[in-house]
Nanobody, 119 residues
Framework: QVQLVESGGGLVQAGGSLRLTCTASGSSSSCIAGGWYRQAPGKQRELVAYIVTGVSTDYAESAKGRFTISRDNADNTLYLQMNSLIPEDTAIYYC?????????????WGQGTQVTVSS
């Protein structure tokens, strides 16, 4: 089992920045990738940014140039630096871990952290 805990959300004015943190605990040694997703009221959950350890990163078009995903393997921590925030970024942000215990994929999710951007 892997437990994910997000933090760093909050209320910020448009143009501001936030840094989200996702800390993993438990059996995370098989986790090779992870990402940040978000869900706004009345909308489906969508990918924001994804990182495959030591390989690549991927971003939603809306996040490119403004958000940066990174991972600290030593601390089992995933980050999302969000700059130039706009009201449309308002959502609950969820951390995801892609893990392969015993060679089978299993995804884990955090409980989410609220990000609210005021205009």
């Amino acid at each position: 089992q892997v437990q994910l805990v997000e933090s760093g959300g909050g209320l910020v004015q448009a143009g501001g920045s936030l840094r989200l943190t996702c800390t993993a605990s438990g059996s995370s040694s098989s986790c090779i990738a992870g990402g940040w997703y978000r869900q706004a009221p009345g909308k489906q959950r969508e990918l924001v940014a994804y990182i495959v350890t030591g390989v690549s990163t991927d971003y939603a078009e809306s996040a490119k140039g403004r958000f940066t995903i990174s991972r600290d393997n030593a601390d089992n921590t995933l980050y999302l630096q969000m700059n130039s925030l706009i009201p449309e970024d308002t959502a609950i942000y969820y951390c995801n871990a892609e893990c392969w215990p015993g060679g089978r994929r299993r995804d884990y999710w955090g409980q989410g952290t609220q990000v609210t951007v005021s205009s």
